[in-house]
């Protein structure tokens, strides 16, 4: 009986234990105007805050529909599903732990949705506190400094860069083993401590206001330097010869001169390492391809444009879309080209086509968007225009990019008999983040067995070099001619480079390159 | 005491069956109907056009968009139109939000250990899942793709990823496509 009276016991415990989990209780929502209440459940290890109590405490509304709830605060709209563990706020993921709850019809949101709400709406922080139950809500500190790092390897640099949210005073001391970015803000470190599996750069420490960043050896040196909009702190690590014993190596500042014209230029070989790209019918791997038409399309650049070139990749490496674009950026480059073989399903499909930056602009919703922003951008900079439109470096070289792609495409058109499959946009990740004119060119189809075996010889390759070359000589000379450091050619006319049809812009002054 | 014993565990099993019986009928409660959707594929001119296809669906967009995308991965009703994602393409979910953002989450073992194929494929085959999407839903206006479950750079190396996509008409082949 003592067994029957114990189970029984057990089962009226679970049974309460699941109703009082499902039963709200009470929060503070702490506001810098004052502390409201409301209502909270914790579940599975979460803690879910009722939408419909904290969001109108914010300002904000809240509209239920039939797939979900869109709100409303400081002229952001966000939206929230009950399945889905993301939300939206203009254009941008809310990444929450679990999907939202509903209880008695009402939507209970993880607190981390406030969070990513808030940040991106209304630069507030958004914390919550288990102890005391009071979900706090506050102004970001302008003060704190995030800080972002890439490193790359090419050509025998160690390029380290310190991307900065705001303005920071710092200084770099040398130190066993490395050196020390120090700060005089506080930094919100990505991560306390990261190893590099790079040939300088073993370790990147974060303590307190300082970054240590550790090298592989002594036989190493750095030039530092800073760029800005984002600011940015780049350390170029390169092998010297080994030091004498107690000799200090200073890192000694330099700062690039920004000199018009096209003067360097980066050039991307699609994929590399474990990334092969496409593969031909019998083969051949892009990332091969890529690689060897840019090695031969590099000695010819600088040989006829006396251009300073420089590889994203020389080996067969892994190296990010990231770090591609960031290369191109580090080293202040006037134009960047990506370099791919195309693929498709079908063996047919042959031809050469080149892509810039899609920024929406043939859409007919980036349209409508481009109607609002017109009629509202001087009333209200903020509206929710951010929905539509990307923050992107790219954006301000659109319309060089399109003069670049359209010489680059009508020069391989004229030498190689390629068929001409034309300019075209797309929202390729290798050009999103490039603040200089940039184009990707997929030269042939590699899935084509004919062009895959066109792509291998010599004759082909040095037919696209060429091309290309001229296609890039082309384009300087048309921009460097638009900016005025350079007379057009007397005789023949010049070959003006014009805006391509899938574009709207109009032909636009030469623009001013903001210094990256 | 043995009398408490039998009222609690007559307690617990009422309680166990006051739950709502699962219905019989699935499709009436879903209001499941034979409709029309319009599937994008790949036409010969290498541009996105429709493939008109009777799918059963619910009738709520939530329930409907899974059912619709499914279809679109099986691939085309022709043998001589190109399949576009790779055949153990997986959609793990897909749901509309109220201010018309589509998210896309897809899975597989391509997708996941690494796509080698080329731009155009890759461009072919998001913007048919943006195309079907917003064709096929009023509310739908962009399509949000991640990758088992999480963010992700791209599919397989060259279309971004980082943001909502909404349709690009210019990949539509309009005299397939009005």
Known sequence: ?516 | MRRAVVVILALALVTCREKKPLTADLNRENKVAVRPVRLFYETPDMLLAPEIRNVALPESPNSALPVVVRELIKGPGKKETPRLFPADTIVRAAYLLPDGTVIVDLGGPTITTGWGTGSHQELMAVYSVVETATSNFADARRVRFLVNGGPAETLAGHISLARSLPPMPSLVDRRVAP
């Open chain 1, 1 to 516: 009986m003592k067994r029957f009276a114990l189970l029984g016991f057990f089962v009226v415990l679970a049974v309460a234990s699941i109703v009082l989990a499902q039963s709200p209780a009470q929060a503070t929502l702490r506001l810098p105007s004052g502390d409201r209440s409301v209502s909270y459940v914790q579940q599975s290890g979460q803690t879910f805050f009722a939408a419909n109590d904290v969001i109108p405490a914010l300002g904000g509304t809240i509209t239920p529909d039939s797939t979900g709830y869109k709100v409303t605060i400081n002229n952001a709209t966000a939206a929230f599903g009950p399945d889905s563990r993301f939300g939206v706020v203009r254009d941008e993921l809310i990444e929450m732990p679990v999907p939202p709850l509903s209880i008695d019809g009402k939507p209970y949101v993880p607190w981390q949705f406030f969070q990513g709400l808030l940040a991106k709406a209304a630069n507030l922080d958004v914390q919550f506190d288990a102890a005391t139950h009071v979900l706090l809500v506050r102004p970001q500190q302008q003060n704190i400094v995030g800080v972002q790092v890439s490193i790359a390897n090419v050509q025998g640099i160690s390029k380290i860069v310190f991307t900065l949210t705001g303005p920071a005073e710092y200084s770099i001391i040398k130190d066993p083993g490395g050196y020390v970015v120090r700060f005089k803000t506080p930094l919100r470190a990505p991560f306390p401590e990261q190893t590099y599996d790079d040939p300088y750069v073993a370790r990147v420490q974060f303590t307190g206001s300082d970054v240590r960043i550790q090298l592989t050896g002594t036989d190493i040196a750095g030039d530092a330097y800073q760029l800005d909009t984002p600011p940015r702190i780049v350390i170029d690590l390169h092998k010297v010869a080994a030091p004498a014993p107690g000799e200090q190596r200073p890192i000694i500042g330099i700062k690039p001169t920004d000199q018009p014209g096209i003067r360097t230029i980066v050039l991307d070989p699609g994929h590399g390492g474990k990334d092969v790209g496409a593969i031909g019918p019998n083969g051949l791997m892009e990332k091969d391809a890529t690689m060897s038409l840019c090695r031969k399309l590099a000695a010819s650049l600088s040989a006829k444009l006396g251009a300073r070139v420089v590889l994203t990749r020389n080996e067969d490496a892994v190296v990010s879309l990231d770090q591609r674009t960031a290369i191109a950026n580090q080293y202040k480059a006037d134009l960047f080209l990506s370099v791919h073989m195309n693929a498709a399903v079908a063996p047919r499909p042959k031809g050469s086509e080149t892509y810039f930056l899609s920024l929406e602009a043939s859409d007919e919703l980036a349209k409508k968007a481009a109607e609002v922003e017109n009629a509202s951008h001087a009333a209200n900079p903020s509206s929710d225009l951010n929905l539509i439109l990307w923050d992107l470096a790219q954006q301000d070289y659109v319309r060089e990019s399109s003069r670049f792609a359209q010489a680059i495409q009508e020069e391989m058109n004229s030498a190689t008999g390629v068929q001409n499959r034309g300019v075209k946009q797309a929202p390729f990740k290798v050009l999103v983040g490039a603040t200089m004119p940039a184009a990707l060119v997929e030269v042939a189809f590699i899935t084509n067995p004919e062009e895959e075996a066109k792509i291998q010889s010599d004759e082909f390759q040095s037919q696209m070099v060429d091309a290309l070359t001229r296609a890039v000589q082309r384009y300087k000379t048309d921009y460097e001619t638009r900016i005025g450091i350079a007379q057009p050619p007397a005789a023949p006319a010049p070959a003006q480079v014009a805006p391509p049809a899938t574009t709207t812009a109009a032909p636009a002054p030469a623009p001013a390159r903001s210094g990256t």
